[in-house]
Structure formats: C-alpha cells, structure tokens
C-alpha cells in the first residue's frame, strides 16, 4: 500500500523557517520517501506504508521537541490512477 502524507508545523514565521519546521523538513527529506515536495506552508511526500508511518512518527517527535505547538498532517491511500 502507498500513502501520501501532507503537513504543516506551526507557529508559522513569515520571515524565516522556525526550527521546527527546519527540522521536520529533514526527516521528510531523509526518509525513504519519494515524490517529496516542501514547500513555506505544506508539505507532501509519498511512499510506502512502513516508510510513511515511520517518518510520521520521527517527524511528530522531533518537530514537536524543536518547538512546534501544533503538527496539522493528513494521510491518504494512494490509488494506482492517483499517481
């Protein structure tokens, strides 16, 4: 099964990347991910079940731990024709 899992961190800062955000962009960046794109107000990233959980998991924490009071994420199942 592949899922696609889109998030944001806040607080939002205009200006420039707050830690935590810097920091959940890397674990998304360094998970065996694919279709990754980030982007100043959300974020997507496809893969594999495992994979996408996995880095969910990791990115709750540390983004979480680096400062962000709020982690607004979705996941959905991929289908073959959604790609």
Not at 20 to 25: E, Q, S, T
Request: net charge negative; no cysteine; glycine share 8%.
């Amino acid at each position: 099964m592949r899922l696609r899992v889109e998030f944001t961190t806040e607080p939002f800062d205009l200006d420039e990347a707050p830690a935590h955000a810097v920091v959940a962009r890397r674990v998304i960046e360094g998970a065996a991910l694919d279709a990754v794109d980030v982007g100043p107000f959300g974020n997507t990233a496809e893969g594999g079940a495992d994979a996408v959980l996995a880095a969910v998991d990791a990115l709750l924490r540390r983004s979480l731990t680096a400062g962000a009071t709020r982690v607004s994420l979705q996941i959905n199942v991929v289908e073959e024709g959604d790609r």
